[in-house]
């Protein structure tokens, strides 16, 4: 159990994510939340309904949970102790070697993707060429997301272990990971608007 971190379900899809950091600050009162995680539809950036809010004291913690069934606009909150691996937010699949990033900037090389990834997670290993930026088929820009291969599934669950605890930042822009399973993809968005399957910390 996280004694910092609750689990929120029943957040509306349409209010934008400092409307939660609201609920909790202005609302209720409860003046250090430290960093909302709230996955989004990556194609149509609306909130998938459920997310992670961090702490900074276990008072607050504590106060958070009694709000539980109280309305968010027109829908009620359930918000219970996050627990980890368990929560939705945070399963992992166990057979897929490539991680999408979006969200990257336009000048961003596949040399840079690397040294990020690399220094952020150290000890995982990309495959050779394994890092695939998609681009405009006649001028070669950048469509500002691209592919990163892993030599084994292993190697995409720590890095998004990893990035669940701290941004990985590439050119100045915080990036936004997800696995790459075919499907229409989720990613944790902050109250800036910023995508990641991580956080946004309050400094």
Not at 120 to 144: C, E, F, L, W, Y
Not at 147 to 171: C, H, P, V, W
Request: a positive charge.
């Amino acid at each position: 159990m996280v004694q910092d971190t609750v689990f929120v379900e029943g957040i509306p899809f349409d209010v934008p994510p400092e409307a939660l950091r609201e609920f909790f600050e202005k609302t209720h009162k409860i003046s250090d939340v430290l960093e909302l995680r709230l996955p989004t539809w990556q194609d149509s950036g609306r909130l998938r309904g459920f997310g992670h809010v961090r702490f900074g004291s276990k008072e607050s913690y504590d106060k958070a949970l009694t709000l539980s069934g109280k309305y968010l606009g027109r829908r009620y909150l359930t918000i219970q102790a996050a627990n980890k691996p368990e929560d939705p937010a945070i399963k992992l699949p166990t057979d897929c070697c490539t991680i999408f990033v979006n969200n990257l900037p336009y000048t961003a090389s596949e040399d840079d993707i690397s040294k990020a990834v690399l220094k952020h997670a150290p000890s995982v290993t990309i495959a050779d060429d394994g890092v695939r930026i998609a681009r405009n088929s006649v001028n070669r820009q950048s469509k500002g997301f691209a592919y990163i291969d892993f030599i084994s599934s292993k190697e995409t669950q720590k890095l998004m272990k990893s990035a669940i605890r701290k941004n990985i930042t590439i050119g100045g822009r915080i990036v936004r990971l997800d696995y790459d399973t075919g499907r229409i993809k989720g990613s944790y968005r902050n109250e800036s608007g910023q995508f990641l399957n991580s956080s946004h910390e309050k400094n």
